[in-house]
């Protein structure tokens, strides 16, 4: 052992030599008056804070117990507006690494200028900085800049060490005028680095240097603003992949140090925060066994073991994929993290005779996995995946309002990691998607406009599957929320006095509003205007911008149907009508129908819309546009009545 011994001290010194210090970043604590001066980003006007420069150094550190490297992070913003304070509050999450925390070194300070123009340093107190345990994993360091005003320049400082192999993010939520990245890696170690980048950058390498040496830069990063229906922020963000693929010692045979499947599923069968737990038997409760003696069909044992998990455990709020303070700790509590949670609801699955699987899922929020890549901290959730008959089913109980039937909504249109069977650690990728599951509205309006001009009516709202599930939430927040929320912070001019809800309790049904409303008309003269495209969700067109960086994600295929009745006051009659239309995307992916008929005194309108794919990528986003525009101009069209001449 002895010559290898010798040989990791001298790589560990071969990759600790400092790196060459960037001309383009000062020093800690050099701050330029310029940069306090500095009244707005100039690749971006409307910033309400700037990263002026983000720069991390890399070094390896590696032997034979471990792999890890240290950068050393630097950080400077520039707080230009009130708006921008959010950012003077910084959370640094880190994973204990043989029970030593790798973040050190840290040194913040704020930076103002005073009445004569003098500049003024405001160190962070050390009193200051939290370090918060999050779970058995994971803990956070955080803390707020003092004395931060418009016009503010922050700064912070640290140390990292974590295991060689994760992402620089180029870009965040505000614009970052450079962000660079240093890596020196010695000859006997091999590093994968992957952009996924789209915008432009640059990269330099020393080819003297022995190894890899490498600066990748990119300048006036635009911010990762929020799109309408965009899937998950770090799907597009500017980035860089760093992996340790292999180390090549003198003399000795390659070390290959990427993962496969089949290895990241035992090392997890083989945790005792995971596959451990899936072997413990659940402590047995009388109320559930006598719901499950009642039951014939395995179904109908699903659905009731499923209902009972959510009604029973209240979810922490935290998602991961262990069961940290083990699952018996969390049934006797009542509460759990989404690991815990749904760890319980597999077991108590199987204990019932079904064929359950645990199922490893990243939710849109966390991102896209990629397959090719064997790391179980691309997911971000378990869940519970049952096969009866014919059918496959993925549960949840963390979500309350997701009926046994659907897909939870986090994570269709991905890709779940179904461990088959426990003890042999067979496994197997399976795509969360059912065509047939959707967002349902069905809206039916029956109004009436007097002489006044004033719409009043009453109108019957039915939302099934998906539509039910994102509602349900505002449900429980009170019907006066919920009117605002769905009714009239969506219709301009518009009252609602009444709500009824039926089948609130009952998630196998659609939920259903029936609402008592008024609605202000337009007027000129003799004329009056009014529009029947009332409390569907679709008033406002989300898709007005002219380009676009990100796909457009609905997470189900959608499906809309409008009824409306209007009655018109005595002394009216209706000027030309809109003409009946039928409207299909080139893909046929997308169809709208409207059907206009009208007598003496009454209008009748019927809409259809419905979507046959829930995403759009970003090449088919200028068509995709164009039909939108259109649609909403019909969904819009004003039907005008004229007050009749006196005979």
């Known amino acids: 052992?002895?010559?290898?011994?010798?040989?990791?001290?001298?790589?560990?010194?071969?990759?600790?030599?400092?790196?060459?210090?960037?001309?383009?970043?000062?020093?800690?604590?050099?701050?330029?008056?310029?940069?306090?001066?500095?009244?707005?980003?100039?690749?971006?006007?409307?910033?309400?804070?700037?990263?002026?420069?983000?720069?991390?150094?890399?070094?390896?550190?590696?032997?034979?117990?471990?792999?890890l490297i240290e950068t050393d992070r630097h950080v400077r913003i520039k707080i230009l507006t009130d708006k921008g304070f959010d950012h003077a509050s910084i959370h640094l999450r880190y994973r204990l690494v043989n029970n030593v925390k790798p973040i050190s070194h840290l040194v913040a300070q704020t930076y103002n200028l005073d009445a004569a123009g003098n500049i003024v340093v405001t160190k962070v107190d050390k009193n200051q900085i939290f370090d918060k345990k999050i779970n058995k994993h994971y803990s956070e360091i955080a803390f707020t800049f003092p004395e931060v005003k418009a016009g503010s320049v922050i700064e912070?400082?640290?140390?990292?060490?974590?295991?060689?192999?994760?992402?620089?993010?180029?870009?965040?939520?505000?614009?970052?005028?450079?962000?660079?990245?240093?890596?020196?890696?010695?000859?006997?170690?091999?590093?994968?680095?992957?952009?996924?980048?789209?915008?432009?950058?640059?990269?330099?390498?020393?080819?003297?240097?022995?190894?890899?040496?490498?600066?990748?830069?990119?300048?006036?990063?635009?911010?990762?603003?929020d799109e309408p229906y965009i899937s998950s922020d770090d799907d597009y963000r500017q980035r860089l992949q760093t992996i340790l693929v292999s180390l090549n010692y003198p003399g000795q045979p390659s070390i290959n140090k990427l993962h496969t499947w089949p290895q990241v599923i035992k090392m997890?069968?083989?945790?005792?925060?995971?596959?451990?737990?899936?072997?413990?038997?659940?402590?047995?409760?009388?109320?559930?066994?006598?719901?499950?003696?009642?039951?014939?069909?395995?179904?109908?044992?699903?659905?009731?073991?499923?209902?009972?998990?959510?009604?029973?455990?209240?979810?922490?709020?935290?998602?991961?994929?262990?069961?940290?303070?083990g699952v018996k700790s969390a049934w006797k509590d009542k509460k759990g993290t989404s690991g815990e949670i749904n760890l319980i609801l597999v077991n108590l699955l199987k204990d019932a005779g079904l064929n359950a699987h645990p199922v490893l899922v990243s939710t849109r929020e966390n991102g896209r996995v990629d397959p090719a890549l064997a790391d179980y901290k691309q997911f971000d959730k378990v869940m519970a995946y049952v096969k009866l008959n014919d059918r496959t089913y993925t549960l949840d109980a963390?979500?309350?309002?997701?009926?046994?039937?659907?897909?939870?909504?986090?994570?269709?249109?991905?890709?779940?990691?179904?461990?088959?069977?426990?003890?042999?650690?067979?496994?197997?990728?399976?795509?969360?998607?059912?065509?047939?599951q959707q967002f349902k509205n069905t809206i039916v309006i029956q109004a009436a406009i007097d002489k006044d001009g004033e719409m009043s009516g009453d109108a019957t709202i039915s939302s099934a599957d998906y539509a039910r599930v994102v509602r349900m939430p505002k449900v429980k927040e009170g019907k006066q929320k919920f009117i605002e929320a769905y009714f009239t912070s969506q219709n301009v001019g518009s009252s609602v006095d009444s709500l009824q809800l039926e089948n609130e309790e009952n998630d196998s049904l659609p939920l259903v509003q029936k609402i008592h409303f008024k609605q202000s008309t337009s007027s000129s003269g003799e004329y009056k205007y009014f529009n029947t495209n009332l409390?569907?969700?679709?008033?406002?067109?989300?898709?007005?911008?002219?380009?676009?960086?990100?796909?457009i994600f609905f997470g189900a295929n959608q499906r809309y149907n409008i009824v409306g009745s209007f009655n018109i006051p005595d002394g009216y009659n209706f000027e030309?009508?809109?003409?009946?239309?039928?409207?299909?995307?080139?893909?046929?992916?997308?169809?709208?129908?409207?059907?206009?008929?009208?007598?003496?005194?009454?209008?009748?309108?019927?809409?259809?819309?419905?979507?046959?794919?829930?995403?759009?990528?970003?090449?088919?986003?200028?068509?995709?546009?164009?039909?939108?525009?259109?649609?909403?101009?019909?969904?819009?069209?004003q039907f005008v009545i004229k007050k009749k001449a006196n005979p």
């Not at 409307?46 to 720069?55: I, S, T, W």
């Not at 970052?176 to 990269?203: A, G, M, R």
């Open 535 to 551: 409390f569907t969700g679709l008033e406002k067109n989300p898709f007005l911008a002219d380009s676009r960086f990100s796909d």
């Open 156 to 225: 912070y400082k640290f140390a990292d060490e974590d295991e060689l192999q994760g992402e620089w993010y180029f870009q965040r939520s505000i614009p970052v005028k450079l962000s660079q990245l240093k890596l020196d890696f010695s000859p006997e170690i091999y590093v994968s680095t992957v952009p996924h980048c789209v915008l432009p950058y640059d990269v330099k390498s020393d080819e003297k240097a022995a190894g890899q040496r490498k600066v990748y830069t990119m300048t006036n990063v635009p911010a990762l603003r």
């Open 398 to 436: 963390t979500e309350k309002f997701t009926p046994s039937q659907l897909i939870p909504l986090d994570v269709t249109a991905s890709e779940g990691l179904v461990i088959e069977k426990l003890d042999t650690y067979e496994w197997g990728w399976q795509v969360l998607w059912d065509p047939t």
């Open 576 to 637: 030309e009508l809109p003409k009946n239309v039928r409207m299909i995307m080139p893909d046929t992916s997308i169809s709208f129908t409207r059907l206009v008929g009208a007598n003496e005194e009454t209008l009748s309108v019927r809409y259809t819309l419905e979507f046959k794919k829930p995403i759009y990528n970003i090449e088919e986003y200028p068509e995709f546009k164009e039909f939108y525009k259109k649609l909403y101009g019909l969904l819009s069209e």
């Open 268 to 325: 997890l069968m083989e945790d005792e925060d995971f596959g451990t737990q899936l072997k413990k038997n659940i402590p047995r409760t009388s109320d559930l066994d006598l719901i499950l003696q009642k039951l014939n069909s395995p179904y109908d044992k699903m659905v009731a073991i499923h209902h009972y998990v959510r009604k029973n455990m209240d979810w922490n709020g935290q998602d991961n994929i262990w069961a940290m303070d």
């Open 1 to 67: 052992m002895k010559p290898y011994l010798t040989f990791a001290i001298a790589l560990l010194f071969a990759g600790s030599l400092p790196a060459q210090k960037s001309k383009d970043i000062p020093d800690f604590g050099k701050v330029d008056k310029s940069e306090l001066l500095l009244k707005e980003c100039d690749f971006d006007k409307n910033a309400e804070a700037m990263v002026l420069f983000d720069a991390g150094e890399v070094i390896c550190k590696i032997n034979y117990n471990s792999n």
